[in-house]
T-cell receptor, first 114, second 113 residues
Framework: GESVGLHLPTLSVQEGDNSIINCAYS??????FIWYKQESGKGPQFIID???NMDKRQGQRVTVLLNKTVKHLSLQIAATQPGDSAVYFC?????WGGGFKTIFGAGTRLFVKA | DGGITQSPKYLFRKEGQNVTLSCEQN?????MYWYRQDPGQGLRLIYY???????QKGDIAEGYSVSREKKESFPLTVTSAQKNPTAFYLC????????????FGDGTRLSIL
């Protein structure tokens, strides 16, 4: 597979447990946040997003929490499965030069033990 | 079905050679992006295009060039001026608004011979 994320923080969880992946974002003016999942040798896949006027959003087995006070974003995965093993990274959109800019975190590698 | 197609999946470059990475999308998206991904780092923006026949430099444009002659296509050329081209290159697209996620292709792995 690809050598993406060789030196990333790692989270190891047992199959069936819940996973929590954290992200500290950089800009208090950022107004839109996204979580992506990237499997080895593949491009990032969209998981869930949240706008800055919300503090929680739920999808299928995933929940994103936004704490604007401390500029923190988390992704919760319920009943983690082996297929959830991947690198997860957050992204934030901020105003920039009359448009916007997306800043990506380096990611966290999730290992799911069967 | 709709998506972004990058080709080739693996590419090798000789010293002094320019190589071109292909990116095609059938999502009818206005905006397209090229990123470079290195181990342990977040994606870094090389170039982006908000509309046909227009493109802007990103954070690490030196040694790269692009064109946007068609809405569907946004090829990236890695020139010989790029001294450290070995990386995973990702193309993305979206509607071009600030509250839409980007959709990514499956990348091209570029290595030096």
């Amino acid at each position: 597979g690809e050598s993406v994320g060789l030196h990333l923080p790692t989270l190891s969880v047992q199959e069936g447990d819940n996973s929590i992946i954290n992200c500290a974002y950089s800009n208090s003016a950022s107004d839109y946040f996204i979580w992506y999942k990237q499997e080895s040798g593949k491009g990032p896949q969209f998981i869930i997003d949240i706008r800055s006027n919300m503090d929680k959003r739920q999808g299928q087995r995933v929940t994103v929490l936004l704490n604007k006070t401390v500029k923190h974003l988390s992704l919760q995965i319920a009943a983690t499965q082996p297929g959830d093993s991947a690198v997860y990274f957050c992204a934030e959109n901020m105003g920039w030069g009359g448009g916007f800019k997306t800043i990506f975190g380096a990611g966290t590698r999730l290992f799911v033990k069967a | 079905d709709g998506g972004i197609t990058q080709s080739p999946k693996y590419l090798f470059r000789k010293e002094g050679q320019n190589v071109t990475l292909s990116c095609e999308q059938n999502l009818n998206h206005d905006a397209m992006y090229w990123y470079r991904q290195d181990p342990g780092q977040g994606l870094r923006l090389i170039y982006y295009s908000q509309i046909v026949n227009d493109f802007q430099k990103g954070d690490i444009a030196e040694g790269y060039s692009v064109s946007r002659e068609k809405k569907e296509s946004f090829p990236l050329t890695v020139t010989s001026a790029q001294k450290n081209p070995t990386a995973f290159y990702l193309c993305a697209s979206n509607a071009g608004t600030s509250n839409q996620p980007q959709h990514f292709g499956d990348g091209t792995r570029l290595s030096i011979l």
